[in-house]
C-alpha cells in the first residue's frame, strides 16, 4: 500500500488550490487501525472494506461511499469521506500496478522483500516531501483537521492518534533511509499519482466535486 505522501499527493492534483484539512485526514483514516495495539491483517482489511482477502469492487465501494455521505449534512463530514474512498481507491490501483510491478521485478532474497519495500516507500515519502511545493502546508492543515468517527470501523481517537503518529514519523529525518530506489522510482510515483487522479476524478456520480466546495 502506498504511505500518506502519496495519498496527499492525489488529494492536492484533486482540488484547485488544494484539498481541505478533512479531505487530507479521510484520505490516511484507513489507514488508522494502526492506532490499535497488535492489530490484525484482517483487521486492516476491514477498514479498507476487503472481504475474503479480496478489495472491494469499484460498485461496493461507490456503494459504501455514498451511504457514508449520506450520513451527515456537515461539509467536513462529507470532504472526510471522499479522502476515505480515495484512500481505498488508491491503495487498490497501487496494489494492481506498481506492488504488482514490484513483485514481478524482485530480484532479491524472498524473505527480505517487505524490508525492501519498506525502505523504497520510506525514501519516497521524503522525497515527495522535500520537492513538492504543498507538502508543508499539508501536514499544516493535517494538523488542524477534525476526526469523525467511521461507524462501525474506527473511532476520532484512533484517527487522531494515527494522524498523530503520521506527524511524528514524517518529522524525523533519521526515518529517511537516504537511498536511490530501485523500484518506486519518484518518475513511476509521480505517472501513478496524475493516473489514479484522474481516475478519481470520474466520481461525480458518487456525488465527489469537479472542483474544490469543501472546506
Not at 10 to 17: D, H, I, K, S
Not at 29 to 49: C, F, N, Q
Not at 102 to 131: C, P, W
Not at 145 to 152: G, I, L, S, T, Y
Request: charged letters at 30%.
Amino acid at each position: 500500500m502506498p504511505w500518506p505522501m502519496v495519498h496527499f499527493a492525489v488529494a492536492q492534483r484533486l482540488f484547485e488550490p488544494g484539498p481541505s484539512p478533512a479531505f487530507l485526514l479521510g484520505s490516511i483514516s484507513p489507514d488508522a487501525i494502526h492506532a490499535r495495539e497488535h492489530v490484525t491483517r484482517k483487521e486492516k482489511g476491514v477498514t479498507h472494506l476487503v472481504h475474503e482477502g479480496r478489495f472491494p469492487s469499484i460498485q461496493t465501494l461507490q456503494h459504501a461511499c455514498v451511504s457514508y455521505l449520506d450520513q451527515h449534512r456537515d461539509p467536513d463530514w462529507k470532504a472526510f469521506v471522499w479522502g476515505y474512498f480515495a484512500h481505498i481507491y488508491t491503495d487498490i490501483r497501487w496494489t494492481e500496478t506498481l506492488y504488482a510491478d514490484f513483485e514481478r521485478e524482485y530480484a532479491g532474497d524472498s524473505d527480505k522483500i517487505r524490508d525492501t519495500y519498506n525502505r523504497e516507500v520510506s525514501q519516497l515519502e521524503f522525497d515527495l516531501l522535500k520537492r513538492e511545493p504543498w507538502a508543508q502546508d499539508a501536514l499544516i492543515q493535517l494538523r488542524q483537521a477534525r476526526a469523525f468517527a467511521v461507524e462501525p470501523l474506527l473511532t476520532p481517537d484512533e484517527v487522531n492518534r494515527y494522524r498523530d503518529m503520521k506527524l511524528a514519523w514524517l518529522e524525523e529525518e533519521r526515518h529517511e533511509p537516504k537511498i536511490e530506489t530501485m523500484y518506486f522510482q519518484e518518475t513511476k510515483a509521480r505517472r501513478f499519482i496524475e493516473k489514479t487522479a484522474e481516475e478519481i476524478t470520474e466520481w461525480v456520480a458518487w456525488g465527489f466535486p469537479r472542483e474544490r466546495s469543501v472546506t
